[in-house]
């Protein structure tokens, strides 16, 4: 069950790779987001309302998701984004927008993705079709 290094792809991993950083970015970025929006500060203050990944870049994290992928899963983080409970108004229901948040946003780029690569795949097999 080992690692073949023979059979890695460089272009797979390296598409990997940018799907990955642009996840984690896009994630850590709707936790500070939703807080901002319920009246949390912080985020802001800390620069962590962007979409740059170096802003929500763990190096740690980001190690342990490729070296956990060769091995046929994907686990790891990036930079956890430091919210203040106390500028919430409702700190239980907000607690759980803000959480509820970063998994909500993968799940809205998994379907984006996954209706563009459908689309795309259509009408490629329909221009193929109609050369033939």
């Known amino acids: 069950m080992g690692i073949n290094l023979g059979d890695i792809n460089i272009n797979r991993v390296l598409m990997y790779i940018l799907a990955v950083v642009f996840a984690i970015t896009v994630h850590e970025f709707s936790h500070a987001y939703a807080s901002v929006c319920l009246g949390d500060e912080r985020p802001r ?6 979409l ?3 802003e929500h870049f763990d190096l740690v994290g980001f190690l342990m998701i490729v070296v ?9 983080w990036g930079k956890p984004v430091c919210v203040n409970p106390g500028a919430w108004r409702h700190p239980r229901r907000d607690n759980i927008i803000v959480s509820a948040a970063g998994p909500f946003s993968n799940l ?7 209706l563009a690569l459908r689309f795309m ?3 490629c097999a329909a221009r193929l079709l109609d050369v033939c």
């Open 108 to 114: 809205l780029m998994a379907i984006a993705v996954g």
């Open 68 to 76: 956990m992928a060769f091995g046929g899963m994907g686990l790891g």
């Open 52 to 54: 740059l990944p170096t």
């Open 45 to 50: 203050r800390d620069g962590r309302l962007t």
């Open 121 to 123: 795949v259509s009408c």
